[in-house]
Nanobody
Framework: QVQLVESGGGLVQAGDSLRLSCAAS????????MGWFRQAPGKEREFVAT????????DYADSVKGRFTITRDNAKNTAYLQMNMLKPEDTAVYSC???????????????WGQGTQVTVSS
């Protein structure tokens, strides 16, 4: 059974930082591309970042470029999202995703985590 378990969310102030973690089990982690998506209340889910299976390639949404960094540790079966200079508009439920295809499309996600809430106050 595949499990993606996110952690690290919380309530912070604008300008603060958070690091999200996604611990994976039940799948060959080093063979999967990993991504982060988010969904704010009343809005559609949107792409945040993705990283290739080797870590060599990354891609980011324009709204987070220069502020967020996605990384992975294949030895620990864990992906991370370092979020700096957080803004109120970053408030959302952040979900981890495992993808066979390196993509920024939610339809290409094979497995989803349950999500973790990030709230940024102004």
């Amino acid at each position: 059974q595949v499990q993606l378990v996110e952690s690290g969310g919380g309530l912070v102030q604008a300008g603060d930082s958070l690091r999200l973690s996604c611990a994976a089990s039940g799948l060959p982690f080093s063979s999967y591309n990993m991504g982060w998506f988010r969904q704010a209340p009343g809005k559609e889910r949107e792409f945040v970042a993705t990283i290739s299976w080797s870590g060599a390639r990354t891609d980011y949404a324009d709204s987070v470029k220069g502020r967020f960094t996605i990384t992975r540790d294949n030895a620990k079966n864990t992906a991370y999202l370092q979020m700096n200079m957080l803004k109120p508009e970053d408030t959302a439920v952040y979900s981890c995703a495992a993808q066979r295809l390196l993509s920024n499309r939610a339809n290409d996600v094979n497995y989803w985590g349950q999500g973790t809430q990030v709230t940024v106050s102004s």
